[in-house]
């Protein structure tokens, strides 16, 4: 930019004319349209918003909070990234910073998945804390599968909810094996008869939905202290311990690297005069820079596009890798071309299908599941990756019905294109339950 001002000066000297004349507001407002300045404010320009390069030298794991409407998801994302910023190790996010929309504000309840990141000595987490309100249950999917580890978090003053049982459920099927538990707003119970009869129950849910219910970490305290720096046994310590067990007994998920790149896409938004960005967690692969991609679903013709420029929580990546929580932008596409369920992806490598076979564990009016048994042309709707759409079942020959609690094999019909392969694991609901879940067992048409 000093360049720019001497190259000014210069010529209004040169000239004769007096600095402040109108004379020589003309030569600066002619100079600002040669190339060369031009080019010298651009390079200026983009110096001053260069990112800050994103760094590996931890590994990456992505995990969450799961659990019922105001048992304290987002006020414990909240304090540990309080906790952690005074150790350096994370940017404080306040409850308003996390629950960001403002209908979200207003309500006091979290409508979608949200990110945020820190790290402890020996690792760099993202953080997605998922809505527990049953309305918004769909968002919670989409953020459980984005998860490679989980905290459940469960209120002292109000143990197991409904929410607790089908995150539980959820974050299972959709294959988070392990989490730890934080029981929250322990400030509030008295009586630690109480807090050992929440933990009993909690370690038997576990148990029940396919956990380690004996091994679990199960860690009592209170977020709300900790944010408020407030009976540090109970706050500041609580997380601590709470982040020591996470560093311990979640395992770092082993990345698949070798395969060609593949993002579920979460959301997009748009940049003005840059572009649209494509946000997600890969789910395998690499991706550089200048790489041409498709996006695929929703349509039987793929979109071509190209990545020209690559985020990961505000800083600026030459490539992202699976287990990445990604933001890319892409070269010639709308807002409105992007929808959630579809996948960016290595070109040629995945195909969206309308029809699949599929074997399917219907679950059991125990479990949440269905009353009485279906027959063909049942429609439920089927969640896979980031999306959903409604699928037609069709019987096999012979088989009339089919019974909760009963494994089955099926065709699927699905209501629009949709990117799938064999072996993908999806959840099927109707209405506000989970009725099934099951893996595709192959792609017809």
């Given at each position: 930019?000093?360049?720019t001002?001497?190259?000014?000066s210069?010529?209004?000297?040169?000239?004769?004319i007096?600095?402040?004349?109108?004379?020589?507001?003309k030569?600066?407002?002619?100079?600002?349209?040669?190339?060369?300045?031009?080019?010298?404010i651009?390079?200026?320009?983009?110096?001053?918003?260069?990112?800050?390069?994103?760094?590996?030298?931890?590994?990456?794991?992505?995990?969450?909070?799961?659990?019922?409407?105001d048992?304290?998801?987002?006020?414990?994302?909240?304090?540990?990234?309080?906790?952690?910023?005074?150790?350096?190790?994370?940017?404080?996010?306040?409850?308003?910073?996390?629950d960001?929309?403002?209908e979200?504000?207003?309500?006091?309840?979290?409508?979608?998945?949200?990110?945020?990141?820190?790290?402890?000595?020996?690792?760099?987490?993202?953080?997605?804390?998922?809505?527990?309100?049953?309305?918004?249950?769909?968002n919670?999917?989409?953020?459980?599968?984005?998860?490679?580890?989980?905290?459940?978090?469960?209120?002292?003053?109000?143990?197991?909810?409904?929410?607790?049982?089908?995150?539980?459920?959820?974050?299972?099927?959709?294959?988070?094996?392990?989490?730890?538990?934080?029981?929250?707003?322990?400030?509030m119970?008295?009586?630690?008869?109480?807090?050992?009869?929440?933990?009993?129950?909690?370690?038997?849910?576990?148990?029940?939905?396919?956990?380690?219910?004996?091994?679990?970490?199960v860690?009592?305290?209170?977020?709300l202290?900790?944010?408020?720096?407030?009976?540090?046994?109970?706050?500041?310590?609580?997380?601590q311990?709470?982040?020591?067990?996470?560093?311990?007994?979640?395992?770092?998920?082993?990345?698949?690297?070798?395969?060609?790149?593949?993002?579920?896409?979460?959301?997009s938004?748009?940049?003005?005069?840059?572009?649209?960005?494509i946000?997600?967690?890969?789910?395998?692969?690499?991706?550089?820079?200048?790489?041409?991609?498709?996006?695929?679903?929703?349509?039987?013709?793929?979109?071509?596009t190209?990545?020209?420029?690559?985020?990961?929580?505000?800083?600026?990546l030459?490539?992202?890798?699976?287990?990445?929580?990604?933001g890319?932008?892409?070269?010639?596409?709308?807002?409105?071309?992007v929808?959630?369920?579809?996948?960016?992806?290595?070109?040629?490598?995945?195909?969206?299908?309308?029809?699949c076979?599929?074997?399917?564990?219907?679950?059991?009016?125990?479990?949440?599941?269905?009353?009485?048994?279906?027959?063909?042309?049942?429609?439920?709707?089927?969640?896979?990756?980031?999306?959903?759409?409604?699928?037609?079942?069709?019987?096999?020959?012979?088989?009339?019905?089919?019974?909760?609690?009963?494994?089955?094999?099926?065709?699927?019909?699905?209501?629009?294109?949709?990117?799938?392969?064999?072996?993908?694991?999806?959840?099927?609901?109707?209405?506000?339950?989970?009725?099934?879940?099951?893996?595709?067992?192959?792609?017809?048409?």
């Amino acid at each position: 930019m000093n360049v720019t001002l001497k190259l000014i000066s210069s010529q209004v000297l040169q000239s004769g004319i007096k600095p402040h004349s109108t004379a020589s507001v003309k030569i600066f407002q002619n100079l600002l349209f040669c190339q060369s300045i031009n080019n010298q404010i651009r390079l200026y320009a983009a110096e001053a918003v260069a990112r800050k390069a994103f760094s590996r030298q931890k590994p990456h794991i992505n995990i969450g909070t799961i659990g019922h409407v105001d048992h304290g998801k987002t006020t414990l994302t909240a304090a540990i990234t309080k906790v952690l910023s005074e150790k350096g190790g994370s940017k404080f996010k306040d409850y308003a910073d996390i629950d960001n929309a403002p209908e979200e504000r207003a309500r006091g309840i979290t409508i979608n998945a949200s990110h945020v990141e820190y790290e402890t000595d020996t690792r760099h987490y993202g953080h997605i804390d998922c809505p527990g309100h049953a309305d918004y249950i769909k968002n919670m999917i989409t953020g459980a599968a984005q998860m490679d580890g989980a905290i459940l978090v469960v209120a002292a003053t109000d143990g197991q909810m409904p929410q607790t049982r089908e995150h539980l459920l959820l974050a299972n099927q959709i294959g988070v094996k392990n989490l730890c538990v934080f029981i929250n707003k322990a400030d509030m119970v008295d009586d630690k008869e109480i807090m050992d009869l929440v933990e009993m129950e909690i370690r038997e849910l576990l148990t029940e939905y396919g956990y380690d219910g004996d091994n679990t970490p199960v860690i009592g305290g209170s977020a709300l202290c900790a944010l408020e720096g407030k009976k540090p046994e109970l706050g500041v310590q609580k997380i601590q311990e709470l982040l020591a067990a996470v560093d311990s007994h979640i395992p770092l998920p082993k990345r698949d690297l070798d395969k060609p790149f593949l993002m579920p896409v979460e959301d997009s938004f748009s940049i003005s005069g840059r572009g649209t960005v494509i946000t997600g967690s890969i789910e395998r692969g690499i991706v550089k820079k200048g790489d041409e991609l498709e996006l695929v679903g929703h349509s039987n013709v793929p979109i071509k596009t190209v990545a020209t420029g690559l985020e990961m929580f505000h800083k600026s990546l030459e490539q992202g890798q699976a287990g990445d929580n990604l933001g890319a932008l892409v070269r010639g596409l709308k807002r409105e071309d992007v929808k959630r369920g579809m996948v960016l992806c290595a070109p040629g490598t995945v195909k969206a299908y309308t029809k699949c076979k599929a074997q399917v564990y219907i679950l059991k009016k125990e479990e949440g599941g269905r009353h009485k048994p279906f027959v063909s042309n049942y429609t439920p709707q089927m969640y896979v990756r980031t999306g959903d759409v409604a699928a037609t079942i069709t019987l096999d020959a012979g088989k009339e019905f089919v019974m909760p609690g009963e494994d089955a094999s099926f065709s699927l019909t699905l209501m629009h294109p949709t990117p799938l392969e064999k072996g993908l694991r999806f959840t099927m609901r109707e209405g506000s339950k989970t009725v099934g879940t099951g893996v595709i067992t192959e792609v017809i048409e």
